[in-house]
């Protein structure tokens, strides 16, 4: 039997850095461990997450439940991968629909402890979180294009809560943080150290 791939999971507010650290991790694990190494990221380029990333929804848990469909169904592409001993590095999974859709002012578009049903209900669980945490000052906010027009300081405002809401979430299930300030360099040498700590 094949090992199994690892399933890499990397969050973050916007701009933290996420495709930056997925392109020169998947390079690594490939030149220099030798894997096979699949990176893809959500909202997909399926139906659903085409769906998501072109048509505005009106309604704020419509799209919750959407991007929750997205991520049914790539998660059972991922899982196939996985098992056949490809490792997969995937750019947003569900904790940032926790993080984003519990993030508005006016409370959680859907009771939290649903979105976290049925987020449980569709995903596998990652062998590795990583969360890239950074001020969405420092990060020079390539900010939230999502829901209503916002002023640039409620859209500041916005990616603050989404990062605190990170936080927590990371802290109660235990992922990595990493401080996305670092370079590059760094970030990769951290996240390299955090997979090899779990293979
Ligand atoms: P998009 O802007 O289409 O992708 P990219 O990160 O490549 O620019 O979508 C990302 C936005 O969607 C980002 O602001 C976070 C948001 N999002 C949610 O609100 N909930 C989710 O479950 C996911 C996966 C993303």
Known sequence: MTDKGLFIVLEGIDGSGK???A??????????????????????KGPVGSLLREERIDSPRAEAMLFIADRACHTEEMRALVE??????????????????SASTSGPVLDYRLLEEMNDAVTMEPDITILLDIDPEVSGGRVDSR???????ERLEFQRRVRDK???????????????????????????????QRR
Do not use: H, N
């Not at 392109?23 to 997909?44: C, D, F, I, M, N």
């Not at 936080?167 to 401080?179: F, N, P, Y």
């Open 23 to 44: 392109r020169s991790l998947k390079s690594q694990l490939e030149s220099v461990r030798g894997w096979e190494v699949r990176l893809t990221a959500e909202p997909t």
């Open 19 to 21: 495709t930056t650290l």
């Open 166 to 196: 990170y936080l927590r979430i990371a802290k109660e299930r235990g992922s990595s943080v990493l401080d996305a300030s670092k370079s590059p360099e760094d970030l990769c040498s951290e996240a390299m150290k955090l997979i090899d």
């Open 84 to 101: 056949k001993g490809i490792t997969v590095i995937c750019d947003r999974y569900y904790a940032s629909t926790l993080a984003y859709q």
């Open 147 to 153: 829901g209503e027009q916002k002023s640039k300081f």
